[in-house]
């Protein structure tokens, strides 16, 4: 019995010893101290042993159960700390790896000019106004000095709501007419108005049926003397400011039915700094803007007196400053923007 016991033990310390992981241990285990275990049948002998040897073998037997239930103990601790070590290294977080990038969307070009011009003229002193896009006849021309069956409104193809009377503005300028109105004829004005145009245009890469317009307008009591080199001068300040701070402004005779005299407005070529390229036709200037001295006939429409007060009045396509900012050839491309890498590519042109 005693051999038997310390083989026991023997086999089982060397099979332990040979043991690498918890599944083997296990077995042991149950082969071991389990019910049906070596040992537990080796005890079952013990009814065989003598009174006198009793004591001793009995001992023998606690002595080989220790032994063999520290070295499983021993193993099983061994084996459930790699597994929490290897728990830890392959759940571990490296918070010095760069995070995934989510891209977020930028304003758009447009946006973003338009509130570039917005801040140039807030710091001279303007007001920043809105007018409806659903617009009337009478404040879309006729208060504009532009009558019905005037020629100057076949180059504003506009859309017509009802009968004749109700349209999408073809132009921000009416909302010259609802601020001279609003004002009562008495106050000076400084305003411009950034918004939505509509005009029958098929589109191309020059033109587009919705287009954004922004529309300026000062009037003063005539000892103020507005005047064309006032007009020069804001324009030449917001487009420096907008474009290049090397830019120059010139003015060429124009017509316009609600400015007299009128002109329109040429800057230095963006792409070629006003050398001649494909961008300005090699004649180094882009137009950008219509303006002039506001027509006293509107003046008066619109309740000012035109001996007692003058003023000065533009507008420009948001668009075509847009593409003449960033050398676009295509104005389909401020609207149908969604590849981010080419906003960002704008983004960085603009440092
Ligand atoms: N409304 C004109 C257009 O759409 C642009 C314009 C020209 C506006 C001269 C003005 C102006 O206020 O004075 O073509």
Known sequence: MREKLLEIKENALALLEKCFDE???????????????????????????????????????????NAIETRVNELANKFAEAELNRK????????????????????????????????????????????????????????????????????????????????????????????????????PVRMICPGKTYRRDSDDATHSHQFMQIEGLVVDRIDRNISMSNLKGTLETLFKKILDDKTQVRFRPSYYQFTEPSVEVDVTCCSCKGKGCSMCKNTGWLTVCGAGIVHPNVLRNCGYDPNEWSGFAFGFGAERIAMVKYGMTDIRKLDNQTDLRETAAFDRREG
Do not use: W
Request: charged letters at 30%.
């Open 88 to 187: 830890l290294q392959s759940e571990k977080i490296d918070i010095t790896l760069p995070g995934l990038q989510v891209k977020s969307g930028t304003p758009s070009i447009l946006e973003k000019l338009v509130e570039e011009v917005e801040e140039v003229f807030m710091s001279m002193g303007y007001d920043v106004v809105d007018g409806p896009e659903v617009e009337e006849d009478k404040f879309n021309f006729e208060m504009l000095n532009i009558p019905k069956g005037h020629p100057a409104r076949d180059a504003q193809d506009t859309f017509y709501i009802e009968d004749e009377k109700v349209l999408l503005r073809s132009q921000t300028s009416p909302v010259q007419v609802r601020t001279m109105l609003a004002a009562g004829g008495n106050k």
């Open 23 to 65: 599944k083997a241990l296990c077995e042991i285990k149950v082969k071991y101290l389990g019910k049906q275990g070596e040992l537990t049948s080796v005890l079952r002998g013990m009814r065989d042993v003598s009174q006198a040897d009793r004591p001793k073998i009995g001992a023998l037997v606690n002595d080989v159960r």
